[in-house]
């Protein structure tokens, strides 16, 4: 009876089994067929072998792409936990206004990053609102096209990544502070510890596990994802300024039909990812997954 | 002396809030108030307000620039996978999180190590595929792949709620003569009715915002969605702004609503790192 049981609910697994061998289990074979093969324009063909791996190694443009991808990471991560952590701190400690702060940081969440994108390509035009403001208080010589010129260009997309960022991870760590306990704070005040001290001692040891999780999420994101800012915003450009490693992959695969190059690359990506998440799960015991 | 120092940090911190709130509100002031120009009035002052409240650039947008067909292709899109994760979700979620079948750790395993699969490497092998096949273009495999694409995180989600519910209440169903899917329907479902309503929402929210699938997977101007044809007329010759704007307010709508009824319980319930 029980056996019965087990083989008729086997059934309740069969559409997403189906679902998950279309999207991820083909395709994933077929990655590693395709970054393997000898590519004729658009016809994967034998010989197997681990040139389109050399050929990558020799491409200073991924190289480049990837030290991008390293550096736009590499800023906004630790720039987002800093402000992040301030912020939500004094949510928790209800600053003037609160309940407007947690609405407002919720706008940058729900919009598209495609929206983002468009809203901030506006903001960095010759004649946008950056440029009005520097003129207005008397910067009017620093005004200049954000997203052509090679100096500023992948400094503004820093900037408009971490406005997303600082919004997200301040509702996300605000989220978890609603679970602390508030003695930990009265404790620390009749001991006379300043704010700063609060937040260095109290709030930040008890973050430290959703900025883990943070910092994971945001990692495999800038690793693979940034690929929705850059089409927007400026397409890898100027010359190659902003190509990502997304980016380049995306390029390579649709644009210049390099399929073996961009298969190897993004198969190595995949697999960097499965590993930061695997560090993650062994260090946290996926506790805070969510 | 002390206490005026303990204000000028209070200022400080105040000032940082401010600036924040300012920077995220004057964005979108800047998307709202130009979509309710004119393109004159657009010309003349970027910033400034419209002379009254008009509606036209949402009609231009939303007729003249089909972005009416492509909010319909997006909305069939995000609303199918929507239904597709659910249901199928529910069902494998099940198994897992209240049945227990001899692999289902294994299996759990595999959904976690799934949801982190780079999307641009299945991009590559999915359209030579479908493309072989010749069924690039067409919205209902568009549906078909975001559904798979977004079920390893679907069945996670729904585990963890199905999980909760107390297990002596399958006990004394079971006792009760209750099959599988009187027990999935009946019971567990209207249990965890919350968490099936959160899911609803993180995917209508990543399937509606999503470039790169809808980009490659769909190519026709009838099959386009709103985010594919905003990117397109986006960049540094966009031209028509009023327009423009009031797609992108368009756009945003939908998620707005979706999000303004389960806002509070996204915060409670720890959910937020879904958004990544």
Redesign the interface.
Known sequence: MEKAGVRNVIFFLFPSLVLLAFVFGVPLLNLIYYSLATWEGINPTLPLGPHNYIALAKDLQALESLIRTLIIGGVTIPVTVIISVVVAHFLYERVFGWQFYLVVFFIPVILPVVVIGVIFTRFYMPNGLLNHILRFIGFGRFATAWLSNLKTVLPSIIIAAIWWEVAFATILFYSRMMNVNPSLYEAARIDGATEGQLVYHVTLPQLRGVIQLYVVLATIYYLNQSFTYIFVMTHGGPGWATCTIDFFIYLNAFKYVRLGIASALSLLVSVVLVFIVHIYLSMSKGEEIQ | MKKQK?SL?KIA??L??II??F??????Y??LVNAGKTNIEYAQS??SLPGQLRFDSYLTAWFHDRMGLAFLNTFIISAGTVV?TL???S??A??LAV?G?RYSNLFSRII???M??????????????IGKLGLVDNLYITI??Y???Y??FS???LS?YFRSVPRNLFDSARIDGC??LRM?FEIVIPLAKSGLLLLAVLNF?YV??N??FS??FLRSPENVTL?VA??RY???Y?AQ?PQ?MAT?VI??VP??VA?SIV?KQ???G???????
Do not use: D, H
């Not at chain 2, 920077?23 to 979108?28: A, G, K, P, T, V």
């Open positions: 303990l940090a911190i105040q940082l809030f924040l709130a920077s995220i509100l004057s964005m979108f800047y998307m970027e910033f597709l249901l199928f979700g069902l494998a099940y198994v049945r079948i976690v190590a799934l982190y699969v780079s999307p641009m490497g299945l991009v590559i092998p999915l359209f030579i595929w078909l792949i559904s798979g694409f079920m390893p069945i996670f989600l963890t099959g599988n999935l929210y509606w915002s470039l790169l980009l490659i985010m905003i990117a986006s960049g540094k966009m702004i423009r992108l756009a945003t998620l707005a999000f806002r996204f915060i409670k720890g959910l937020m790192g879904s958004f990544r």
